[in-house]
Structures are given as C-alpha cells and as structure tokens.
C-alpha cells in the first residue's frame, strides 16, 4: 500500500504531519504514534485516509454514543462490490453487515446474533477451549520454537470459531481464507485493493459466502447445537425465519474474521508486553486467576482493530476540527486507551489496574463487540495454557515487523517465539496429559503382535515426537486397568496417526490381554501424550539391536538415521520368524537389516558385531533383559555414551546391604518427610499430598522423574545412562532413593 501522497493538497485541516499510518512506527506501537501528536492536534484530517482522525476518549466517546449523528452505515455502504457479483451480493445485503449498519435493521440483526455470543455460553465454552488449546501445544512443544501468531493463536482462534459454528474440518481451509478475505473486503471501503488481489478476494469470498448459505438452509432442516442452527432457528411469529439465510450467511462471515485475527493479535501482543514486563508475568505465573487481566491489558494498550469508523450525518465541530456532513471519522481506539486525562499512567503495562475493562477496545453503545466475552475467555485461556506448557516462553531475538498493513487491523503474521525444551519435559511430569484416540486399524503383526493404529477422533493431527518416544496406553474397561508403554513405531512425520505394537504376554498383569482380547477397530482408548526416555542423537552412524517386540521404538530410528544419511544396521533377533514384527517393512532395507531368529541362528552374536570398536557411532538396543545384559557386556570396551538401551522390565540388581531410612525435602512444597525402609519416596510425596505422576512405579517409564536440589541419589531405575546417574540431576523417584552416607535429599516437588 502506498503512503500519503507528497505534495497533495489536504481536503480538510488541520493536517497532522508525522502521523503515517502505514509506517514502522505505526505498526510498531500505534499508541505511542498517536501520542506524538495528539496533544498538537487531537482531532486531524489524514488525507491517504480521507478521513479524520479523533484522538482523544472524551470525543471518541461522545461520537460513539450518538449513532444518528456518527452512522456506521458507510463501513459497508462504501465497499464495492465488482459487477458481477451484485445478483448474489446486492448492495442493500452487504450494507446490512453487523460492523456497518444501524437501526432498526442492525438491532433486529443483532438481536439473532447476539443468542450464540453470551457471556454465561462463552464462559461455558472455556474447558472446551483450554483442551483444544492443549492439543495446539502438543503439536510443536518439543521443538523449542514455533510462530507463535500461525501455529498456536490462529490455528486455536480458527478451531474454536469452527466448533462453536458447529462447522466440520473438511471446511478448515476455507475458514482460514475467508478470515483474511473478509478483512480485505471491509477495508476495501476505505482502501480500495489493487487488482488483480481485488477480483481473487472477491471470488473467493462470494464462493464461501454461498456455501455458509447452504449450510444455513441444511441447519434450518437439520439444526444442531451451533451459532449456525441458532441464528437459523429465529423466527417471527408468523413463522417465517427473521434472517434469511444470505444475511445469516454474511454475518458468519464476520464472525469468521472478528472472531480470529483481532484474539490472534491480541494473544501475540500479550506476549510481548510480557517480555517488556517481567513482574507482571511471574505475577501471572505465580497465579493463573491474573491471565483475564494480562488479557485486558493488552487489548487496552494496544487494541487490535486500531479504529472504529464512522461517517458525520451533519456538521459538526469536534476538538476545534470542522467536520462536514458526509467526512468520514474515525476513532483511534489505541489513542482513546492511552490518553492521559482519563488513565493514569496510559503507557505503563499495569495488570493491577483497579477498573480493568475501562477502556475502549470493545468500543461502546450499539456496536459494543459482539465477541467480547469470547475474546476475553479464549485470549486469557489461551495464554494461561501456554505459559502453563511453555513456561520459558520469549520472543526470540530478532522479531520482524511482519505485518500486513492495514491502518484499522495492523495484522501481524508472524512472531517467532522460542522455550527451552528441557523445561517442557518437566512441565510435562508435572501435568500427565491424556486424550481419547480411536483404534483406525488393527493388523497382525506377527504371532503375538498386534499393531494398532490411532488417530484422533475428529482427525486433528497428535502431538510431535522423536524417535524413542512411548505412550501410556491405559488398559481395562473404560482405561480403569492396568496402565501399560509402548513405543511408538510409526513415523513422526505423519502426525495424522500413531502405531503402537502390542506383544500377548500372558505372564503380565493383563494390560496386553485385554488389548488382543477387547480392543478392536473402532475402540476408544485413552493414552498419554508421548514421553521420550530412548532419545535419539545424531551420529554418522548407528548399530541397532532388537530383541522380539523390541523392534518398535528401532522402526522409527531407521527412519531417522536414513534421512540424515547415516550409516546404519540393525541386528534383529527372535523367538522364530513368525514371532517376529514387521518383517515385511524391514525387508526394504535390503541386507542392512540381518533377521536372525533364534529357533534358526541361536542367540545373537553380539561379540561378532560389537567386538571392535567403530568410531563415531551409538548403539541403539530394545529388547528382553537377557539382551541387554548381553549387549552391556558386549559393549563395556567401548566409549563411554555410546550404547543406549531401553527396557520393558526393571534391570535386575542384587543388593547385599538393606535400605537405611533417609530424610526428604520437597522444596516446591515446602514439606520434609522420612522415608523409612520398604517405602518409596514417591509413596511417601503421596501420603503428604504432593502431586507426584507416576505410572510403572518400578523404574522404567520415567513418569516420576524428579529434579534433584541437593543430595545423591541411589540410582535405582532403568531409564538413565550411567553418565545420567552420576550426572545425578534428576532421580526416578518410585525406586531410587539417598545414597549410602547421604541422610537427606532435596527434591523439586
Ligand atoms: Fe515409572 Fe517411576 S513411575 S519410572
């Protein structure tokens, strides 16, 4: 878009030179921009506008407040739509737009919209927000990075917009679009759009405009719990619909666009402002009953849509400017916010401000904003949910003023934000995040195995995760059983579905029996988000070793170790061939796959493999324990670091001396406690009411991984490396306990 144009003479005066509503400054913080002018001149004319500028509250107030005077009408009445769309899109339809029309036509408009938008059914939707919201983080948390305006805010802000219009995923990507086309054509009543962007925008949007229409019908027959059946069930009394289905059609498409960007900015600003203002964000941190307010703060001193826009009915003298019948005016909210006679200390990000909704964001009087209450409970969940998951969250260094400029909606597209991974995990063993998934498929995977397949059930794709992870998979009737691990064996590149292989042991305590026996396609189990304690590092090459069911979390690191080029093998060994999984996958890999089933070869030959030491390279192994012992003595000559392994049962360890009593200091909680022998720490956290997750309880699943203050620790469990255990960072508190000779520990719980 072009700036002002240099030289032309100003229709109406004064002019505020300086002021550039398509500048750095402008979008890097419109109020302090006002600011520098509005003193000067509280009321300009902004010839690349055409239009005047109000600055101050008082008169923005007295303009919103007087709607004969000050008509919205002209915010639609002026877009223009192209010939030949005028049949489907008259003129008298779009000037009935909720943002551009006033009574009696927008009271009646309103009065249908209004029933899906209260405060009491908002504030009903917000656990629904705040697992959707979940799901989001899932997705990119272990990455450490992420654009927080298109991975999070927006896809969050779309998700809820779809679910409370009771739209279904096949039309995602026509929401998203018609975001950004709604905006393109509301501005366009201002700021014309060049072509060829201007017929591209209007096909597209006259396109969805037609099928929301379709959809609005299928509701009137077929009404469903939504916004849409809502508005559609309004009638008169003679029966006959309030809306017909266009106008019900037009107004979602507003929804569509108010209802995401302007929370979306919002969600973004807010994260700035609290890298600007540390205290006020461990304020928030330290108590999630303060994120409504860091949530109104932001939108007071930076709101989203940037102006309200209005057209004069008659002249008029407002802050010494003489405004002529037919001028178009237009309120700068983000000035109106920030000005000090009426808030003090406007530019100060203060989230204990006594009246915190004293502002004019949300404007006033009949345009008040339709979606307040849901952009107050979806913008401070969604903030609390991410700083509850990502508590390391920040900008990253470089933030690049990427908007796309419009002087009524700055629409930032892009925020790059970073957190550090390692403070991920342990959030994540604080909060054990479980969801329901839907069995997809179910195969033999050999004698024994069955493979299932998981998705979610409303297809929205599963959390990231790397080479190594397992879930919790909770077995019985309605997942009251047995809690068992498995790891993952699909491929982390199809976030659509998970694969888990299952092994029959009738040995176990019943988790698998009851997954061959009763879980079919179809069933609904509940299971964890992924966890990694097999974690994957790069090498130039690798050397996989896998016992029977052991193959699964290999599958996925072949995968890993092929895409970066890496040399690799995998040694594969088994009961007999048909006991062992996958077989059919692996034989693409030619012969750096060696099958070696016992029943054929005997037991694997680990000397032959491991006997001389291979630079650069790890050792990847999942199998019995037998194997493993096996493989760590097979190993012991090598570096330090190089085997990983990874077990289903707990490492057998002989102990000659019995467990000597030892105190234990949780710091977070602030409660001591002995913990006598016999008993674990983590059974003793429990009894004093600490939350401590836990799932195996026997040292292998890492659920209980516990940071260590002070103190060392007896290392008692499966999962770390011997480097790890003397690192003696953190501790599997359900098995591990002080070390000989240290009397107390201090804990991170
Ligand atoms: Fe599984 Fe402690 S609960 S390692």
């Not at 203050?709 to 359900?734: K, Y």
Request: hydrophobic letters at 40%; one cysteine or more; proline letters at 7%.
């Amino acid at each position: 878009t072009e700036a002002p144009t240099a030289g032309a003479p100003p229709a109406r005066c004064p002019v505020a030179h300086g002021f550039d509503a398509m500048g750095d400054d402008y979008y890097t913080d419109p109020a302090q921009h006002f600011a520098a002018v509005r003193d000067e001149h509280p009321v300009f004319f902004y010839p690349y506008l055409n239009a005047w500028i109000v600055t101050r509250r008082d008169d923005a107030e007295a303009i919103l407040g007087d709607w004969q005077k000050f008509t919205s009408g002209a915010n639609s009445g002026l877009i223009d739509v192209p010939e030949r769309y005028r049949d489907v899109m008259p003129p008298d339809l779009i000037s009935q737009m909720l943002v551009g029309s006033d009574p009696p036509s927008h009271t009646v408009h309103r009065f249908v919209a209004q029933r899906g938008f209260t405060k009491a059914r908002m504030e009903a939707l917000q656990p629904e927000i705040e697992a959707r919201a979940h799901r989001v983080v899932d997705k990119f948390e272990a990455d450490g990075r992420a654009n927080l305006v298109s991975d999070y805010a927006l896809e969050l802000t779309t998700q809820t917009i779809m679910a409370h219009m009771g739209l279904g995923y096949e039309d995602e990507a026509m929401m998203r679009q018609l975001r950004d086309d709604f905006f393109a054509v509301l501005a366009s009543a201002q700021e014309p759009l060049p072509e060829p962007r201007r017929s591209e925008v209007w096909d597209r949007y006259i396109a969805a405009t037609l099928y929301l229409r379709e959809v609005v019908e299928q509701r009137r027959e077929n009404p469903g719990e939504d916004l849409i059946s809502d508005m559609a069930a309004v009638r008169e009394k003679d029966g006959t619909p309030t809306l017909s289905a266009a106008q019900i059609a037009l107004h979602l498409t507003e929804f569509a666009a108010a209802g995401v960007d302007s929370t979306t900015q919002a969600i973004a600003n807010a994260v700035l402002f609290l890298d600007q203002n540390p205290e006020a964000r461990a304020d928030a941190l330290a108590d999630p009953g303060l994120w409504p307010r860091v949530f109104e703060e932001t939108v007071r001193r930076r709101p989203s849509s940037t102006f309200a826009s209005r057209q004069a009915q008659a002249d008029v003298e407002i802050g010494g400017a003489q405004i002529r019948k037919g001028d178009m005016v237009w309120l700068a909210l983000a000035s109106a916010n920030t000005d000090p006679t009426r808030t003090p200390r406007p530019f100060e990000f203060d989230i204990h401000r006594p009246e915190p909704e004293d502002h004019l964001t949300f404007t006033q009087g009949r345009h008040t904003c339709l979606g307040q209450s849901l952009a107050r409970v979806q913008g401070a969940t969604a903030l609390k949910v991410l700083y509850e998951r990502l508590p390391s969250l920040r900008p990253a260094p470089e933030v690049p003023l990427e908007f796309v400029r419009m002087a009524l909606l700055p629409v930032r597209r892009n925020l790059p934000v970073e957190w550090d991974v390692a403070d991920v995990a342990r959030q994540q063993k604080k909060v054990l995040r479980q969801m329901d998934l839907t069995v997809l498929g179910r195969t033999e995977a050999s004698d024994g195995v069955v493979a299932l397949t998981l998705g979610h059930p409303d297809g929205e794709a599963l959390p990231s995760w790397k080479p190594g992870a397992h879930i919790d998979v909770h077995t019985g009737v309605g997942g009251a059983g047995r809690v068992c691990q498995y790891s993952l064996c699909s491929s982390p590149a199809r976030p659509e579905s998970w694969r888990i292989g299952v092994l029959r042991e009738p040995e176990s305590r019943g988790g698998s029996i009851f997954i061959h026996d009763d879980v079919r396609e179809g069933s609904t189990v509940t299971v964890s988000w992924p966890r990694n304690n097999f974690r994957f590092h790069d090498s130039p090459r690798y050397v996989f070793v896998a016992g029977g069911i052991g193959i699964t979390p290999i599958i996925p690191m072949i995968e890993a170790a092929q895409a970066q080029g890496a040399e690799w093998t995998l040694l594969y060994g088994g009961r007999t061939r048909s006991s062992m999984a996958f077989l059919d996958e692996l034989a693409a890999h030619g012969d750096r796959v060696q099958v070696r089933p016992q029943d054929e070869f005997g037991l694997l030959d680990l000397e032959g493999l491991l006997g001389d030491v291979a630079p650069d390279t790890l050792i990847y192994c999942c199998g019995p324990e037998p194997l493993l012992q096996a493989i760590e003595e097979a190993t012991a000559h090598w570096p330090v670091g190089s085997l990983h392994t990874e077990r289903f049962a707990p490492k057998k360890v002989v102990r000659t001396e019995p467990d000597t009593e030892f105190e234990v200091e949780f710091a977070e909680s602030g409660v001591t406690a002995t913990v006598p022998p016999g008993r674990s720490i983590l059974e003793v956290a429990e009894e004093a009411g600490i939350s401590a997750l836990s799932s195996c309880q026997e040292g292998t699943c890492g659920t209980c991984e516990t940071r260590i203050v002070t103190g060392r620790a007896d290392h008692r469990d499966s999962i770390l490396t011997p480097a790890e255990q003397d690192a003696n960072a953190t501790m599997m508190i359900c098995v591990s306990r002080a070390a000989k000779g240290c009397p107390r520990l201090v804990l991170d719980r």
